[in-house]
C-alpha cells in the first residue's frame, strides 16, 4: 500500500505540473490585459467581450470550425475503406501496410507541410509534370496559398490519426460474427452494413475527432501553404505571442480553443474510444 | 465482378499510400537535383547538399540540441508512463479514469494549447526560455504515448507471475523489477524509440518554449521562412531515413513479442 501510495502521489506531481499550472496560468493570463504595452495586473473580461464582439475573432473561428470539419469528413471517408483493405491483408503484407499508414504520423511533420508547397507551387512538381504532359501550357498560381491547399495538407496529416482508431476497431470484430452472418444467410454487404459498420462506429468517431482537433489547432499548415486567404484561429493566437505582444488576448484566445476542443472530446467521449489509438 | 471489386480496391489503395508519402517521396528526390528551383525534369544528379550539410555547423548544433532535449525529455517519460501506466492498471483509484484523462490530454490536444499556457506558466513564474522548457514540454506529450503502449502491455501480461513471486516472498519493488520490467521490456522501449522521434520532429510546442538556441526543426522552420533552399530536403532525408528506422525497430519490437504471444496462447 505504501507503494501505491507514493506512486499516486508522484503522478500527482506530473498532472499538477504539466496539466494544471500550465492551465491555471493561462486562465489567470486572460483575465489580464494590456495598456501601453504593459501587462495590466488586474480582472478583467475585456478580452473576453473583445472576442465575442469583434467579428473578425468569431467569423475566423467558424471558418477554422467549417475546415477542421471538411478534413475531418474526407480522412474518415478515406481512412475506412484503406482499414478494411488493410485488414484483408494477411501476415507480413499487413503489418507492413499497418506500419505504413502509422509512419508519417511521427515523421517529418514540418517537412511534409513545407513539400506541399514545393509540390503545389507555381514551379512545383505538380504544375511542371502537368506542363511537361502538356495538360497545361502555363504553370497555374491557383493551386497554393488558398483554403484548399490547407485541406489537402491538413488531410495528408490526419489520414493516419484518423486511420488508427477505425482500423483497431475493425480488427477487433471477430471472424465469427461475420461467419454467423452467412451462416444465417446474409450477403456480403448485408453482413458488413448489419456487423461490422455498427460494430466500428466508436472507431469512426474517435478517428474524426482526432481529425478535427488536429486541424483545428494548426497554425503551421495555414501559415505555409494558407496564404493571407487561409489563416486560421491558431495563426491569430501565434501572432499575439509573436508581433503583436499581446498575451492576456492571446492567452483568452487559447482558452477558448482548450473549452471548445474539451467540449467536442466530451461529445465524442460518450460514442468514442479515445484510448483505443493505442491498443492494436 | 469480384475481379474488378479487388482491382478497384488495390487502385484505391496505391492511391492513398502514394498521397501520404509524395511529400516525403518529392522530398528524397529533389535532395538529389542540381538545380536550386523544384521542377520538373530534373536534369542532373548531385552529393552537393549532403556534402554542404558537413559544413553548415548551425545544423550540426541544432542537431545536438535537438538531442539534448530528446534524450532527457524521454528518460522522464518513461519513467512516469511506467509509473502511471503500472499505478492504473494493478490498482483500483478513485478518479483513477481522469487523472488517466488528464495524463492523456496533452497528447490529444493541439500542440499550440501546451505550447502557450506552459509558455505563460514560465512567463508567470519569471523562467527564461531556454532547452531546460522545451524539454518540459515534450515531456508532456512523451508520457501518454509510454503510458498506454506500457498499459496495454500489462493488461496482457499474466497476473499470476507477480503473485507466484509474491507468495516466494520477494517484495512488490523486487517483483516488479524481476517480473514485470522483462515482460513488458519491449513496451517500454518501443515506446521511448516512438517517443524520440515524435521529440525529435516537434515544432509546434518548441515554437513557444524556446530561447535562443534552436531545435533541428525550430532551425529548419526558420530556414523555410527565408526561402526555398535544398539543403532543406538533404537534411529532411536524413531525419526522415532515421525515423522511419526507429519506427521499425519499435514496430517489430511490438509486433514480435505480439506475435511469439499468440503462439504459446495456441
Redesign the interface.
Known amino acids: 500500500m505504501y ?2 501510495n507514493l ?2 502521489i ?3 506531481i ?2 499538477l505540473l ?9 486562465l ?2 486572460s483575465f489580464w490585459s494590456i495598456d501601453n504595452f504593459q501587462i495590466v495586473h488586474s480582472f478583467s473580461i475585456q478580452n473576453y467581450s473583445k472576442i465575442f464582439q469583434d467579428p473578425i475573432y468569431l467569423s475566423l473561428l467558424w471558418k477554422t470550425i467549417k475546415l477542421a470539419l471538411i478534413v475531418a469528413v474526407l480522412s474518415a471517408l ?1 481512412s475506412y ?2 482499414a478494411l ?2 485488414n ?1 491483408r494477411r501476415g507480413t503484407m499487413k ?1 507492413i ?1 499497418f ?6 504520423l ?11 508547397r ?2 503545389l ?1 507555381e ?3 505538380i504544375n ?2 502537368l506542363v ?1 504532359t502538356g495538360i497545361l501550357k502555363q504553370p497555374s498560381s491557383s493551386l497554393l496559398f488558398n483554403s484548399s491547399a490547407v485541406v489537402i495538407t491538413m ?2 496529416i490526419a ?2 490519426f484518423t486511420f488508427i482508431p477505425i482500423y483497431s476497431a475493425i480488427e477487433k470484430i471477430p471472424g465469427n460474427l461475420l461467419q454467423a452472418a452467412a451462416d444465417l444467410g446474409a450477403s456480403g454487404s448485408r453482413a458488413f452494413w448489419t456487423v461490422v459498420f455498427p460494430l466500428s462506429m466508436p472507431g469512426v468517431v474517435t478517428g474524426f475527432m ?1 481529425a478535427f ?2 486541424s ?5 499548415t495555414p501559415s ?1 501553404v494558407g496564404g493571407t486567404s487561409g489563416i486560421m484561429y ?1 495563426n491569430m ?2 501572432t499575439q ?1 509573436g508581433n503583436s505582444y499581446n ?1 492576456p488576448l ?2 483568452a484566445l ?1 482558452m477558448i ?2 473549452l471548445f ?1 474539451l467540449a467536442v ?1 466530451a461529445a465524442t467521449r460518450r460514442i468514442g474510444n ?2 483505443a ?4 | 465482378m469480384k475481379y474488378l471489386k479487388y482491382v478497384g ?1 488495390l487502385l ?2 496505391f492511391i ?2 502514394t ?6 517521396l ?2 528524397i528526390l ?1 535532395s538529389f537535383n542540381e538545380s536550386k ?5 530534373i536534369k542532373k544528379l548531385t552529393f552537393d547538399w549532403y556534402r554542404g550539410l558537413f559544413s553548415n555547423t548551425e545544423l550540426w548544433v541544432a542537431a545536438k540540441n535537438s538531442l539534448l532535449v530528446s534524450l532527457p525529455a524521454t528518460l522522464c517519460a518513461i519513467v ?1 508512463g511506467t ?2 501506466a ?2 492504473f492498471q494493478r ?1 483500483r ?1 478513485r478518479g483513477g479514469s481522469f ?1 488517466q ?6 497528447y ?7 505550447g ?6 514560465f ?2 513564474l519569471q523562467v527564461d526560455a531556454s532547452l531546460m522548457t522545451v524539454i ?1 514540454g515534450h ?2 506529450f512523451i ?1 501518454p ?1 509510454v503510458m ?2 506500457v ?2 502491455r500489462l493488461k496482457r501480461f499474466d497476473r499470476n507471475l507477480e503473485f507466484a513471486s509474491m507468495d516466494l516472498g520477494a517484495s ?2 523486487r517483483t516488479f523489477l524481476l517480473i514485470t520490467l522483462p515482460n513488458i521490456r519491449s513496451a517500454v522501449l518501443a515506446g521511448a524509440l ?1 517517443g524520440l ?2 521529440s525529435f ?4 510546442v518548441s ?2 518554449l524556446i530561447g535562443t538556441d534552436n531545435t533541428l ?1 525550430m532551425l ?2 526558420s530556414m ?1 521562412r527565408h526561402g ?1 533552399s535544398p539543403q ?1 530536403n538533404a537534411v ?1 532525408t536524413l ?2 531515413l532515421f ?2 528506422g526507429l ?2 525497430i519499435a ?1 517489430s519490437r ?2 514480435a513479442q ?1 506475435n511469439s504471444k499468440a503462439i504459446t496462447e495456441e
Request: glycine fraction near 6%; charge should be negative.
Open positions: 507503494g501505491k506512486m499516486l508522484m503522478i500527482s506530473w498532472v504539466f496539466i494544471v499550472l500550465p492551465v491555471s496560468a493561462m489567470l493570463f478515406i475503406p484503406l483493405f488493410v484483408h503489418t501496410l506500419l505504413g499508414v502509422l509512419a508519417p511521427w515523421v517529418g511533420y514540418l517537412v511534409r507541410i513545407y513539400s506541399w514545393s509540390i507551387g514551379s512545383g512538381f511542371s509534370l511537361l488531410l495528408c489520414i493516419p482526432f482537433i488536429t483545428f489547432g494548426d497554425y503551421m505555409l491558431g493566437i501565434q505571442f498575451w492571446g492567452a487559447s480553443m482548450l476542443l472530446i479515445v484510448q489509438i493505442f491498443e492494436e | 480496391a484505391f489503395a492513398v499510400y498521397f501520404l508519402y509524395l511529400p516525403i518529392v522530398t529533389f528551383v523544384q521542377v520538373l525534369p512516469f509509473l502511471a503500472y499505478l490498482y483509484i487523472l484523462f488528464l495524463i492523456l490530454l496533452p490529444i490536444l493541439p500542440g499550440i494549447i501546451i502557450t499556457s506552459l509558455n505563460l506558466l512567463k508567470f518540459i515531456i508532456t508520457t504515448v498506454f503502449l498499459m496495454d512488490p519493488m516512438l522521434t515524435i520532429d516537434e515544432v509546434i515554437f513557444f526543426p529548419i522552420w523555410i526555398y532543406i529532411y531525419i526522415v525515423s522511419l519506427i521499425a514496430g511490438l509486433f505480439r
